[in-house]
């Protein structure tokens, strides 16, 4: 299993923060997306000015990038990074019905910054739908991925 | 828009935390699920015991369980609450082949916890991720949402 | 010393979280208000368009009622509560010249909402000052209080 | 607006976490500034020793070097940085009458601290607020602003 | 193994947050303590007035009092409590040498607060050891313990 | 008292987080122990099976492990680090009878991590409790120290 071997889990089976403290700081960066499908009504509540769509889509964007920050305190086995960037979009797609999410996020360090794209993802998408569940019960978020990834071992997409 | 209101943006646009003093302490559940989708070989990893299937799987569990108590900390306008119960399972499915996550959350209270459930599974999948991310960069999280509650005006799926 | 002793230090001298078991449940407001004094070359930035209006003022406002909920988090003898409602608003002002920051808090307890408020508003101008201050350098937080509060034994304002 | 740019907002006007990962790191330092004004009677009871000036005191400046700390949980765009000092001084002054409050931060990286020292200043004078607020319902907290900075392209003050 | 159950593992094996629900608010109180053991001149240092005894005695007394607050972010299957009062003495006594800590938590809730209890005198021995480690590289927190409880089912001590 | 001066005291005998910055950034590392006493019967049913060993221990390790990253929330005076390693071990020893825990923590930094390493033993300890405290009045959390630190100006045990 040596080039399987799961970073976060010892030889005696513990789950442990690996040691990264030998790896070099290096310019690294990940992006991420992910999907909330809902009604089409739904959409078009926010679509047509019958709902703030400002208030919704830039509740969500502060939403993800504040989670970012909070990755470390949220992943067990996730080490503490100080992020050079977080950015997240939002943008209503009638072809889904839904909305489409996109996170970057970039920083200096020994690890990557998947799991903090991931994040700012996940939270913004739970944000759209705490702010339309009053008029939707169906929704449902779907496609969280990371899409390209830069300055580590395994890159691709960029 | 009456019957479409959404509850979280007043009349001016601007976001806020709704008021919720006027409605009853209910007793109050929501169950919500999703999907990990993994290579079938890292699942085989997990299942066939090169890898410690309890570090990965409980480290998960763990993981979303805090996270429900973190919730009105990464949704903007949820309402803090005293859970009484969060319980979260994930089990290997061959078919995806992935994992499949599913979190109980009870509270007595005056609005439902279909977000805390929300946000365990998805924090829990987010921490499947970064367990196994080592060995697959091709995972993906999919087909959260909220199966069912109880407890309030518009109830399903128990 | 009776009538003016301090609710959060003890005969000893020590500071501690008082006891309010014995308090009643009552329904509680409090509203807290506060001002951030700029440039008028700033505020025209911002209400002339230049500057996206939007991302300013609705980052302070979603800013602001996290910050609510953070309340006992950051001042060492606040009790948790949990808060049926914040809602703050944040208006421009030419005449100041600057921003005018109002916050409402909500909650059945047994201690008063008057810290939220104030912590809304003043974490709400904190963010103003962090959004703008790369084009002004002479921004000050002032008038930071509580103008009304109901629910407890000193009531006033409402 | 090539020269007035806000730095947190992108060219499509969303709120984002500026890339500063280009910027140097460089020894920076902020001091910030505030004063919670009281009733002269308020002051008299802390200072004639009638309330344990040190509970008081001690419980608030701790409060504010916890909060600096906190910087980036609290504001929304704030990256988050590894403080090598903060300071917190607070002062009673009867020509107020009430308190002065001074914070220095300081930090090895690639943006300010003014935030930091912002913060620590604020949630001081609202600790003194909440320690106080049992005797005085007339307290103002005001004049919170960065007296210096160092270590970054605009420095004044020290 | 009925009457040996773990409350918060169920009969699968996995951890969950117990189902609290069903059981009674009642008032609940809790105490606990500990100690630090120092060197003999450690004790000497603050006692003597060669180090600031007010400045490591509350730093270390308000730091409990706020981890208290913090229990269920800190333990992953504890309960989110509104906790209605903390209180936390810390003597120094030269027969250990050390420090004494002792803290009582009380609550109205569904559950008890020993876990507070603990909390709060964990973290504050941990802050005293923080406070004085830079003069004495011997110390040891020992006898952290629950010595009374009241209003669940097992009670004693007080 | 020059070579007594406690770090994290100024002259002025008031608490702060002592100045850094001129400090080398160097590899450290610490080890901490300590021990939870139970009665021989709650060892017993963790031991042989009548309790799922694995949710009571890898519950508490991870909790120790996400609580070395909370270090510096928690203990006023501590400065943010950024680990590159964090593992935790628990053993159960019948000759105690209880557990013994120990951690190790890992950084590039200008301070020590022997405060991690403290914490991350103490929530660990805090967490084996909460676990077991449904079957076992009589717990203690005894003998947390440091065993070893290397890196800093007075190092040892390594």
Redesign the interface.
């Known amino acids: 299993?040596s080039e399987?071997?799961?970073?976060?889990?010892?030889k005696?089976?513990?789950?442990?923060?690996?040691?990264?403290?030998a790896k070099a700081f290096t310019?690294r960066k990940a992006r991420a997306e992910?999907r909330l499908f809902c009604a089409g009504e739904t959409l078009a509540?926010v679509r047509d000015g019958?709902?703030?769509k400002?208030?919704?889509i830039?509740?969500a964007?502060?939403?993800g990038?504040?989670?970012?920050?909070?990755t470390?305190?949220?992943?067990?086995?996730?080490?503490?990074?100080?992020?050079?960037?977080?950015?997240?979009?939002i943008v209503m797609d009638e072809t889904l019905p839904g909305f489409r999410l996109s996170a970057e996020v970039?920083?200096?360090?020994?690890t990557g910054v998947?799991?903090e794209a991931?994040?700012a993802v996940?939270?913004a998408?739970?944000?759209l739908?705490?702010?339309?569940?009053?008029?939707d019960?169906t929704?449902?978020?779907?496609?969280?991925?990371?899409v390209a990834k830069a300055g580590g071992k395994?890159d691709?997409g960029y």
């Open positions: 299993m399987n071997s799961l970073s976060h889990v010892g005696d089976g513990r789950a442990h923060m690996v040691d990264v403290g310019a992910g509540i019958r709902a703030p400002g208030a919704v830039s509740t964007e502060i939403a990038i504040m989670a970012a920050k909070k470390a305190d949220l992943i067990p086995m996730c080490h503490p990074l100080s992020l050079s960037k977080v950015g997240l979009e970039r920083t200096s360090g020994q998947e799991m991931l994040t996940s939270v998408a739970l944000t739908y705490d702010m339309l569940k009053a008029v019960k929704m449902r978020i779907d496609g969280i991925e990371v395994a691709y």
